[in-house]
């Protein structure tokens, strides 16, 4: 492999003799015992790994990179699709026969696709990007035939993706994290494991796509990119919900999604205060309940995550729960942003539930003032806030919100 690495762009006129070692290729991924004694290494992977790493040099005409990619992996496709089929069609022991096969070619796969850059398939030559995509559709189907092996989803999701991160645009990774939101929505934390492998490489390429801030909308800018790019947005949103609502934001605090964490938190913040669509600052309001309360349970006040309670309260709590509401884009009639309304009040009753005086002190006494809010109605907050009625916190701090909009004639505006 090493020699590979150093001498490829030398290899380059020897390419051509890859056609005819094909079928010998293709061997590699149907027998344990052919993968130990040709290839040395228990799963044939350095051998994909070495021819992609020639075949994927742009010195390589497209022409001639596509006939050899489609050489191998048009047959290794074939042996998925024809062992699905036979999986269909036998009881379960029978069915099992194929996982071993399977998750050879898999791997076969993730290792051949590691000698194609991601600028090559994405940028220079989208159309080989395009069989990566198209082989990943047929390897996805594995989860429809097998969605209970474990090891085999780990393997299909562990081993592709590398190549998948490579290979997906906005459009793709949409149908991939919807994918992914079927798997936990069935599963739970049976998929946590997954999770860890694929969250920090699916945030860090999705965060890598979409702005800091809003998404370009309004005249002219309808564009199909933009949709796409609206798209994925929307379904990262719910991605992140459906991992925090079904006990697994435990994987945000991997060491592997350490890099991801201030990120998301900053794009949740943004969203759950200025996002156009009520929909999904519910959704973010939501997220930040759930790990509240799943980071936040230190009777002691030890913080889970340094720094995360300070945020809350001084970051979500003042800009979400008190001045978003308080600008007159925030309309109580509609019925879907008095829902959001109704997770903002769920957020501050949790908040202090778990923090006590320390989210009084900062939202009322630091928060009020700088809305010039009347001692009074302060103090009717707190008691409200102190009561078991959620209806009535609500009810009440909807009428604080209209009467703080009049006092400031609907035009206070703190962000």
């Given at each position: 492999?090493?020699?590979?690495?150093?001498?490829?762009?030398?290899?380059?006129?020897?390419?051509?003799?890859?056609?005819?070692?094909?079928?010998?290729?293709?061997?590699?991924?149907?027998?344990?015992?052919?993968?130990?004694?040709?290839?040395?290494?228990e799963d044939g992977s350095h051998v994909f790994e070495a021819i992609g790493l020639l075949i994927g040099?742009?010195?390589?005409?497209?022409?001639?990179?596509?006939?050899?990619?489609?050489?191998?992996?048009?047959?290794?496709?074939?042996?998925?699709?024809?062992?699905?089929?036979?999986?269909?069609?036998?009881?379960?022991?029978?069915?099992?026969?194929?996982?071993?096969?399977?998750?050879?070619?898999?791997?076969?796969?993730?290792?051949?696709?590691?000698?194609?850059?991601?600028?090559?398939?994405?940028?220079?030559?989208?159309?080989?990007?395009?069989?990566?995509?198209?082989?990943?559709?047929?390897?996805?189907?594995?989860?429809?035939?097998?969605?209970?092996?474990?090891?085999?989803?780990?393997?299909?999701?562990?081993?592709?993706?590398?190549?998948?991160?490579?290979?997906?645009?906005?459009?793709e990774l949409v149908g991939f994290l919807v994918l992914l939101n079927q798997l936990i929505c069935k599963?739970?934390?049976?998929?946590?494991?997954?999770?860890?492998?694929?969250?920090?490489?699916?945030?860090?390429?999705?965060?890598?796509?979409?702005?800091?801030?809003?998404?370009?909308?309004?005249?002219?800018?309808?564009?199909?990119?933009?949709?796409?790019?609206?798209?994925?947005?929307?379904?990262?949103?719910?991605?992140?919900?459906?991992?925090?609502?079904?006990?697994?934001?435990?994987?945000?605090?991997?060491?592997?999604?350490?890099?991801?964490?201030?990120?998301?938190?900053?794009?949740?913040?943004?969203?759950?205060?200025?996002?156009?669509?009520?929909?999904?600052?519910?959704?973010?309001?939501?997220?930040?309940?759930?790990?509240?309360?799943?980071?936040?349970?230190?009777?002691?006040?030890?913080?889970?995550?340094?720094?995360?309670?300070?945020?809350?309260?001084?970051?979500?709590?003042?800009?979400?729960?008190?001045?978003?509401?308080?600008?007159?884009?925030?309309?109580?009639?509609?019925?879907?942003?008095?829902?959001?309304?109704?997770?903002?009040?769920?957020?501050?009753?949790?908040?202090?539930?778990?923090?006590?005086?320390?989210?009084?002190?900062?939202?009322?006494?630091?928060?009020?003032?700088?809305?010039?809010?009347?001692?009074?109605?302060?103090?009717?907050?707190?008691?409200?806030?102190?009561?078991?009625?959620?209806?009535?916190?609500?009810?009440?701090?909807?009428?604080?919100?209209?009467?703080?909009?009049?006092?400031?004639?609907?035009?206070?505006?703190?962000?």
């Open positions: 492999m090493r020699g590979v690495k150093l001498l490829k762009a030398k290899l380059v006129p020897y390419i051509e003799t890859m056609q005819s070692l094909q079928d010998t290729v293709a061997q590699f991924t149907k027998m344990d015992s052919v993968l130990k004694e040709v290839s040395g290494s040099m742009e010195d390589v005409s497209l022409e001639k990179q596509s006939d050899y990619l489609s050489a191998l992996l048009t047959p290794l496709c074939q042996q998925v699709e024809v062992a699905l089929l036979n999986a269909k069609s036998q009881n379960h022991e029978g069915s099992l026969a194929h996982i071993g096969n399977i998750q050879q070619i898999i791997v076969a796969i993730n290792a051949l696709s590691k000698g194609f850059s991601q600028k090559l398939i994405t940028t220079s030559r989208p159309a080989i990007g395009l069989m990566f995509k198209q082989t990943l559709d047929i390897l996805l189907e594995i989860l429809v035939v097998f969605p209970r092996v474990e090891s085999l989803r780990c393997k299909l999701f562990i081993e592709a993706i590398d190549f998948a991160n490579a290979v997906l645009q906005p459009k599963f739970g934390v049976g998929v946590h494991d997954i999770l860890e492998e694929v969250y920090p490489v699916i945030a860090t390429r999705v965060f890598n796509i979409l702005p800091k801030n809003d998404i370009l909308s309004g005249p002219g800018s309808c564009t199909e990119e933009i949709r796409e790019l609206q798209e994925l947005q929307r379904t990262f949103f719910t991605f992140l919900n459906v991992i925090a609502t079904h006990n697994l934001s435990s994987v945000f605090l991997s060491p592997k999604s350490s890099g991801c964490l201030e990120l998301m938190m900053q794009f949740l913040l943004h969203a759950c205060c200025n996002h156009k669509d009520i929909l999904i600052r519910k959704a973010c309001v939501q997220i930040f309940v759930r790990l509240i309360k799943d980071w936040c349970t230190d009777p002691n006040g030890e913080e889970k995550v340094p720094g995360f309670r300070s945020f809350i309260v001084e970051a979500f709590a003042t800009n979400c729960c008190l001045y978003s509401v308080l600008d007159k884009s925030f309309e109580f009639r509609d019925a879907n942003t008095l829902v959001l309304f109704g997770e903002i009040v769920m957020a501050q009753k949790v908040m202090y539930e778990k923090f006590g005086n320390f989210f009084l002190l900062h939202f009322v006494s630091k928060g009020f003032p700088n809305i010039h809010c009347p001692q009074d109605l302060a103090e009717q907050y707190c008691q409200k806030l102190q009561e078991n009625d959620i209806k009535a916190l609500k009810s009440f701090y909807q009428s604080l919100i209209e009467k703080l909009r009049l006092q400031q004639n609907g035009s206070l505006v703190f962000r």
